[in-house]
């Protein structure tokens, strides 16, 4: 068998491996790598990233040959040292051959020639990225009705906004057009009756309870089947009921019992689900209508920091942000009825009474009005309690309102009054008295074009600055408290543009002005 110092072959192969390898070392190593992209035609328009390295020789090429002494093996062992040196035994074998550059893939050249290709897949979107981007979309949607002046809608014959009463009646159509095609809430599951799950459906905290109730009858096409397609979540937590059940016998009016309830039910949704985390609370909100639903959040304002609270009690002078909170109306609901008797309501040729108003001694500012004004007036018709001529007449009340061009709608121990929403139902103006009152829906109702607003320190300029506004003005505001009246009218199940859909477009607002990471 020939061996490497007889055979002349192998002598010439081994001096020119040796040439080879004095020239590599004096040669640098100095990979570069060139990145090229390029954009197929119109058609497709996938992105491809070209890494390619400089063909130098591979490290494995340049290590020292085997020791080639010994004797019959060696030839074989040559040729396995030259395979070894091989770039294409280096690479990992592949089950399918080599196929072209794909969508969302990247070719990489590790070598003289030799392609690897990497497939990238799509990435899929999760959930929260799909409502971000479906709030863009709705967003975009909103401020192109606000630029060309018009709004569409997917549905025929529903309710078009008109009028000098909205602030800007195309941004509002189309945001609740929005709202209607993407708007989602889910209402957690946590927590049992009476103080969660339920509240007041009559009486003065009725919003309450009848807004919980729409939203956990499963009849809502605003309620979510699944928490992962919600925009916002629902604490179903009454504050009425927690008052009535809880502080039973009332024996404090410490607040302490209603904040720590509500906080430890915050932390059980918060360690139970990634939703109150994932935002700091940001897409959360609960509905109260309780005078002290505003305390709830004072407890630990860093947890509420973020939170969307709907409150009756709107007082911008007690922690109220128009910009973060909603203000929800007020209203009160006899048993088995959504409102006043609409017989009563008169048109305006029939309204006698310049203004209305009736009801106890509660807060500063009635007190005020009743000091100056109780039983002094035939225009200004102002009582503390209603002495019914006619015992049969229950509705002595309404009739009345009914009758009046004005109502008078002072605030009591807090800023919101129920009579703002049954003088509205009743086709009476409403004269607001209240101070440091954000009033319902401001985000898109123009309250200057339907109702009079006196300050508490005017209040014994009732009557000059009432007969001061001419029959004309008085008639065109009349006309549009008619017609903002379907905003503040209460159906169940819900109706579009009704009083339960206008306090989900508030919080609808409020979510679309936070845009999450």
């Given at each position: 068998m020939a061996t490497l110092s007889c055979s002349p072959l192998s002598f010439l192969l081994l001096a020119a491996l040796v040439s080879t390898l004095f020239f590599f070392c004096?040669?640098?190593?100095n990979y570069q790598t060139i990145k090229v992209s390029s954009r197929l035609s119109s058609f497709y328009t996938y992105n491809y990233t070209f890494e390619r390295l400089q063909p130098f020789p591979s490290p494995v090429a340049l290590q020292p040959p085997p020791n080639t002494t010994v004797g019959s093996g060696d030839d074989q062992?040559?040729?396995?040292?030259?395979?070894?040196?091989?770039?294409?035994?280096?690479?990992?074998?592949?089950p399918s051959p080599i196929s072209l550059p794909v969508q969302n893939s990247s070719v990489v050249f590790s070598g003289p020639g030799i392609p690897v290709i990497t497939r990238h897949e799509k990435k899929i979107k999760t959930g929260f990225e799909r409502i971000e981007e479906g709030l863009a979309i709705a967003r975009a949607a909103i401020y192109k009705a606000i630029r060309s002046q018009n709004s569409s809608s997917y549905k025929k014959g529903s309710y078009v906004p008109r009028g000098a009463m909205y602030r800007n009646q195309y941004a509002f159509?189309?945001?609740?057009?929005?709202?209607?095609?993407?708007?989602?809430?889910w209402?957690?599951?946590?927590?049992?009756?009476?103080?969660?799950?339920?509240?007041?459906?009559?009486?003065i905290y009725s919003i309450e309870g009848q807004f919980l109730d729409e939203m956990e009858s499963g009849k809502s096409q605003f309620t979510a089947r699944h928490p992962e397609e919600a925009q916002a979540f629902l604490l179903p937590v009454s504050v009425a009921y927690i008052i009535h059940y809880v502080y039973r016998p009332l024996i404090t009016f410490s607040r302490d019992q209603l904040q720590r309830l509500v906080t430890d039910y915050v932390r059980v949704i918060a360690d139970k689900h990634p939703y109150w985390n994932r935002t700091h609370g940001a897409d959360h909100f609960s509905v109260s209508c309780h005078d002290w639903a505003p305390d709830v959040s004072r407890a630990n304002p860093g947890l509420f920091k973020l939170f969307i609270r709907a409150l009756c009690n709107a007082n911008t002078s007690e922690g109220f942000q128009p910009q973060r909170d909603?203000?929800?109306?007020?209203?009160?609901?006899?048993?088995?009825?959504?409102?006043p008797p609409q017989e009563y309501a008169q048109p305006p040729s029939k309204r006698s009474i310049l203004a209305f108003f009736a009801g106890g001694a509660h807060g500063h500012i009635r007190k005020i009005l009743l000091e100056r004004w109780k039983e002094k007036d035939g225009e200004i018709q102002v009582h503390e309690y209603l002495t019914r001529k006619n015992k049969k007449n229950n509705n002595l009340y309404f009739e009345l309102m009914g009758q009046s061009k004005f109502c008078l709608c002072p605030s009591g121990h807090?800023?919101?009054?129920?009579?703002?929403?049954?003088?509205?139902?009743l086709g009476c103006v409403p004269v607001i008295i209240s101070d440091n009152y954000s009033l319902p829906f401001s985000d898109v109702l123009d309250w200057s074009k339907f109702s009079v607003d006196i300050p508490s320190e005017k209040i014994p300029d009732i009557k000059i600055i009432l007969k001061g506004i001419s029959v004309r003005r008085y008639l065109t505001m009349q006309r549009r408290v008619m017609q903002i009246r379907r905003h503040f009218t209460l159906n169940r199940p819900a109706q579009p543009y009704d009083m339960l859909h206008m306090i989900l477009h508030s919080v609808w607002l409020r979510r679309l002005n936070v845009k999450l990471p």
């Open positions: 004096l040669s640098p190593f062992e040559i040729t396995n040292w030259r395979n070894k040196g091989k770039i294409s035994e280096r690479l990992q074998p592949s159509h189309q945001s609740y057009e929005e709202m209607e095609k993407r708007f989602k809430v209402v957690y599951k946590e927590g049992e009756l009476p103080v969660v799950h339920g509240g007041p459906v009559n009486d909603v203000s929800i109306p007020e209203i009160f609901l006899p048993v088995g009825k959504f409102g807090e800023v919101a009054s129920p009579r703002v929403v049954t003088a509205i139902q």
